[in-house]
């Protein structure tokens, strides 16, 4: 039986290389590519998995070197960016209630 992950780390690892597989890189071909789907969906999850708010979750992420490097951010986005790609993902049938279960799911399997 896995045992659930505490990992923030080790949880938006498994998040991001899901994305990764599972998304279109960017939701459309005009995107501006600062940053692409699998980055923001792994940011959503993580989100989720640590219980905060967007602003928090992108104080954790501009103060956290090692999370930053492993999603591959050039710069860290604004909490409104994360804003609207959970309402674009809502658009295409991710909540962030199913972003919430995924994320449970994967912690358990990890």
Same mark, same amino acid.
């Given at each position: 039986m896995a045992s659930m992950t505490k990992s923030p780390l080790d949880f938006t690892r498994l998040a991001f290389e899901s994305a990764k597989k599972s998304l279109e890189p960017y939701s459309t071909k005009f995107s501006r590519r600062d940053f692409n789907q699998a980055q923001h969906f792994a940011l959503l999850a993580l989100r989720s998995f640590m219980n905060l708010d967007y602003r928090k979750t992108m104080q +954790? +992420?501009? $103060?956290? %070197?090692?999370? =930053? !490097?492993?999603? !591959?951010? /050039? *710069? +860290?986005?604004?909490? @409104?960016?994360? !804003?609207?790609?959970? /309402? =674009?993902?809502? *658009? *295409?049938?991710? %909540?962030? $209630?199913?972003?919430? %279960?995924? %994320?449970? @799911?994967l912690a358990a399997s990890a």
């Open positions: +954790v +992420v501009m $103060e956290w %070197s090692d999370l =930053r !490097e492993l999603l !591959e951010l /050039k *710069k +860290v986005p604004h909490w @409104t960016t994360l !804003e609207k790609a959970q /309402k =674009r993902l809502l *658009k *295409k049938g991710l %909540s962030i $209630e199913s972003i919430a %279960s995924w %994320s449970t @799911t």
